[in-house]
């Protein structure tokens, strides 16, 4: 099917077969700095999960997107809340997952940061420097722990032993499923992607743009584990 087509299919079905929800959905990368004006991050676009929105609002659900800095142009009809660093991401993240019947976690969050950051700007001693990273919240993770009733859907970009580590990942993090991509996904307009289910299944491979995999991302939940 072309894609105007696919989209307006899913939207159709979506909004035929299902109670709009209220979705979190994080996007784009964090950033951890170092000191005022250097930071660790990653080359994360957040397409995939502005493309998500976007399906979403399409789909007739409400859409409270918690963003990494991006250049992106905000999906229409989405609430966008703009974060920088993890530990604001997690705190914006806690305090809107309450109102929410689910969350979608395709953000690249910063693994570890700087355990301080040095005012102004460090400046160069011509010796090797050491600096001390520290772990960052995992906030699918925590919000995994909270959901109770609500679903919960992370994403795992994978280099190495891909389905394994992805399944390892759905289970810490307590999600009802997970998405595996891989490193080509960052920055890219299309993917390829794996969608694996709470008891470890393969339930779909789909290969396309971003929106149309978004766009049946949402149908899947919809149709697997809205209410
Ligand atoms: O980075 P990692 O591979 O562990 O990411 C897997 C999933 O966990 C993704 O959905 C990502 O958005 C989420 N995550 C998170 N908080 C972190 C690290 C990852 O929510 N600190």
Redesign the pocket.
């Known amino acids: 099917m072309e894609r105007t087509r696919l989209e307006a299919y899913y939207c159709r079905v979506d909004l035929e077969t299902s109670i709009a929800m209220k979705i979190l959905i ?1 996007a784009g990368p ?1 950033r951890e700095y170092l000191d005022d004006v250097r930071f660790l991050s990653n080359a994360s676009s957040g397409r995939m999960g502005y493309a998500i929105a976007q399906a979403a609002i399409a789909a007739g659900h409400e859409v409270v997107l918690v963003s990494g800095p991006v250049a992106l142009p905000v999906p229409v009809g989405c609430e966008l809340v703009s974060v920088e660093g ?1 530990r604001e ?2 705190d914006a ?1 806690l305090a809107r997952f309450a109102e929410c019947d689910g969350v ?8 570890y940061g700087p355990q301080e950051r040095t005012a102004g700007k460090r400046v160069k001693t011509g010796q090797p420097i050491t600096i001390e990273l520290v ?9 995994g722990r909270q959901k109770g009733h609500r679903w919960s ?6 280099a190495q032993d891909p389905h394994r ?1 992805a399944v390892e ?1 759905l289970h810490k ?1 307590n ?1 009802d499923a ?2 595996l991509n891989r490193t080509t996904a960052i920055g890219a307009d299309n993917n390829s992607i794996e969608l694996i289910d709470s008891i470890d299944t393969t339930v779909a491979k789909w290969t396309g743009s971003k929106i149309d995999i978004a766009h049946r991302l949402i149908a899947w939940i919809v149709g697997t584990l809205a209410d």
């Open positions: 994080t964090t993890t991401m997690y993240c979608i976690a395709s953000a690249a969050v910063c693994d772990e960052m919240p995992d906030i699918i993770a925590e919000l859907v992370g994403f795992a970009l994978e580590r990942k993090k999600c997970i998405v």
